[in-house]
């Protein structure tokens, strides 16, 4: 069982920056495999940014890439998402995801294989 907690959140302006963290607890964060997810108002969940559980591999949505940068680690049970450039159209829940990683390579792109979510954290880009 893991569970997360989001944080860091909160209102900027556009052009601005946030970094947003994902407390994990448990023993074995290392072998998940980590992502982060948005959804915004009336809008479906979608995926942001994953990373494998050794680090080796992230992946981008396109909307984001080169302005979001997904991290972890392992030694604060912590994955990160440092989020610059920010858009008001990155308004949104976000959340991160955790699930069982395979091999050192493996991310995860999809909402159905992550096994445990965080309860969510809000951030606002005002224009």
């Known amino acids: 069982q893991v569970q997360l907690v989001e944080s860091g959140g909160g209102l900027v302006q556009a052009g601005g920056s946030l970094r947003l963290s994902c407390a994990a607890s448990?023993?074995?964060?290392?072998?998940?495999?980590m992502g982060w997810f948005r959804q915004a108002p009336g809008k479906e969940r979608e995926f942001v940014a994953a990373?494998?559980?050794?680090?080796?591999?992230?992946y981008y949505a396109d909307s984001v890439k080169g302005r979001f940068t997904i991290s972890r680690d392992n030694a604060k049970n912590t994955v990160y998402l440092q989020m610059n450039s920010l858009k008001p159209e990155d308004t949104a829940v976000y959340y991160c995801a955790a699930t069982r990683g395979g091999r050192s390579s493996y991310y995860y792109t999809r909402n159905d294989e992550y096994d445990y979510w965080g309860q969510g954290t809000q951030v606002t880009v005002s224009s």
């Open positions: 990373i494998s559980w050794s680090s080796s591999s992230t």
């Open positions: 448990g023993r074995t964060f290392s072998v998940y495999a």
